[in-house]
């Protein structure tokens, strides 16, 4: 079975500044989806960025972008002027490609990010 | 705007009792998940759905069960609440594997 983990458990940027959150994965598959996704505090939580195995480009949504590292199992998320509106828990998440694995998602354990002004 | 709808948002409920959480979507999407939130905010699946008729059970085990007889509709119920079933449950759904789920707001329950 695969495995997420997301080494750090609260990450602290100052407005404007840039944080990068680690995320590590274990797989023997060559074909896959990969995901962040950001759970502000008592609100839903949302698809921030994907990556799609099978791409070397990384993926970058505005100010979301992603360093991806498929030889060494890594998925980084970078945020780059950190807003306020930023601070959450973030969840990177792995998907396999074929359909019977019924499309589930398997979650790291979080990162907390907390923005300072 | 959320698709995918959770009700209710807030519960608290005596020891004993049989409650249904509601998870519905209007996006036509046959697979559907819930996932249990602990209080470290770790996700864990319990149930899923890839389409009417259709459940199996997660990877932790859950004393709650699901059923799927509309494609819209995946409501999850524990025929008696403990205190040990306090937690956030997340649902979700998905339209194929090469994207991400949607969620809802989630429900997070008090068992007392």
């Known amino acids: 079975a695969q495995t997420v983990t997301q080494s750090q458990p609260e990450m602290s940027v100052q407005e404007a500044e840039t944080v990068t959150l680690s995320c590590t994965y274990d797989t023997s598959e060559s074909d896959y989806y990969l995901f962040w996704y950001k759970q502000p505090p008592s609100r839903q939580m949302i698809l921030v960025i994907r990556q799609e195995a099978y791409k070397q480009q990384n993926a970058t949504e505005n100010r979301f972008s992603v360093n991806f590292q498929k030889a060494a199992k890594s998925f980084s998320l970078k945020i780059s002027d950190s807003q306020l509106g930023d601070a959450a828990m973030y969840f990177c998440?792995?998907?396999?490609?074929?359909?019977?694995?019924?499309?589930?998602?398997?979650f790291g354990a979080g990162t907390q990010v907390v923005v300072t002004p | 705007e959320a698709d995918i709808y959770q009700t209710p948002r807030y519960l608290v409920i005596g020891t004993g009792k049989k409650i249904t959480l509601e998870c519905s979507q209007t996006m036509g999407h046959d697979k559907m998940y819930w996932y249990q939130q602990d209080p470290g905010m770790e996700l864990h699946l319990i149930h899923y759905?890839?389409?009417?008729?259709?459940?199996e059970k997660g990877d932790l085990s859950s004393e709650s069960t699901v059923s799927r007889i509309r494609t819209e509709h995946f409501p999850l119920t524990l025929e008696s609440a403990r205190p040990s079933h306090t937690s956030q449950y997340l649902c979700?759904?998905?339209?194929?594997?090469?994207?991400?789920?949607?969620f809802g707001s989630g429900t997070r329950l008090t068992v007392v």
């Open positions: 998440a792995y998907r396999s490609r074929p359909t019977d694995s019924w499309g589930k998602l398997q």
């Open positions: 759905s890839y389409g009417v008729n259709s459940t």
């Open positions: 979700a759904s998905s339209i194929s594997e090469s994207y991400g789920y949607t």
